[in-house]
């Protein structure tokens, strides 16, 4: 588990999730560490992408949905599943990469440039400046300085996805939440968004759910195995896919169900 020395960016404790009368999530436990990624697996509906969206209060758009207990983030100390928490502030700190790239209908500039300004950026030469770093952060820029009034949709899905990784990072997030991201995309391109991703541990917390195992042994430090609502196992990535400790776990990543 977690020891001592890693510094944690928002743990859940004790996280249950309600659609209506459904419960989703069975009283999760998961720390996060800062800067590392963390991988979610199991196999399809067992609440990979419930638990993702608790991170940034999703649900909130639909009335019946009930959490219970709480996700602190660090170094604040607050929980963010909390009634009294503007859920767009969340969102503002908490940002979410979905599985299939959605950029606006915009240029590839204003898709960036959104944000920016929702923030009350308004000159231009700033804004040029954050739509330059942003797309090189998303390893984008050489690909679309000549083009940025183009749009978004000219982008192949790859692009579009680093794109929408670009918007996510420009409002300087202290996490990103990433559900499959790559699930539509071909090999190079889901290779250009791993390595991204690994990439960006030097600036983000992140937590991504992906269906792919070697994709969660590829690029993530820790690992959750969930099964029916509930987290059966969290550890060292390389623990969980080398000697996991539940038979559940192996059961699954030995591809005996799934
Ligand atoms: N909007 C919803 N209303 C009711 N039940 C839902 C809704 N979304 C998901 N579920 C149920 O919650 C469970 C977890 O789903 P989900 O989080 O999407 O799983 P995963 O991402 O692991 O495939 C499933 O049983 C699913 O049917
Ligand atoms: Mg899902």
Redesign the pocket.
């Known amino acids: 588990m977690v020891a001592n020395s890693e510094k944690l960016k928002a743990e859940t404790k004790g996280l249950s999730f309600y659609?209506g009368n459904?419960q989703?999530l069975k009283d999760i436990r998961l720390p996060l560490t800062e800067k590392e990624v963390t991988a979610l697996i199991?196999p399809?509906?067992?609440?990979?992408?419930?638990l993702l969206r608790c991170f940034n209060r999703m649900h909130d758009l639909y009335p019946h949905n009930k959490y219970e207990g709480e996700i602190t983030i660090f170094p604040d100390n607050i929980n963010i599943v909390d009634r009294g928490i503007d859920p767009l502030d969340i969102r503002m700190r908490i940002g979410m990469v979905f599985q299939k790239p959605n950029p606006f209908p915009k240029s590839i500039y204003e898709n960036i440039a959104f944000g920016l300004r929702v923030r009350g950026v308004r000159k231009k030469t700033i804004l040029d400046e954050q739509i330059e770093k942003s797309l090189t952060r998303a390893a984008l820029w050489e690909e679309t300085k000549d083009r940025l009034q183009e749009s978004a949709f000219n982008l192949s899905g790859g692009q579009q996805q680093r794109l929408c990784i670009a918007r996510a990072l420009a409002t300087g997030p202290e996490m990103l939440l990433f559900d499959e991201p790559t699930s539509a995309l071909d090999p190079i391109a889901t290779s250009k968004i791993e390595d991204l991703i690994v990439g960006l541990k030097e600036e983000v917390t992140m937590l991504i759910?992906t269906h792919n195992m070697q994709q969660a042994a590829r690029i993530s430090d820790w690992t959750g195995f969930m099964m029916l609502g509930e987290l059966i196992e969290f550890d060292k990535t390389d623990k969980i896919f080398t000697n996991p400790a539940k038979k559940l776990t192996e059961s699954y990543i030995t591809g005996r169900f799934g």
């Open positions: 659609y459904v989703a199991g399809s509906g067992c609440g990979k992408t419930t759910v």
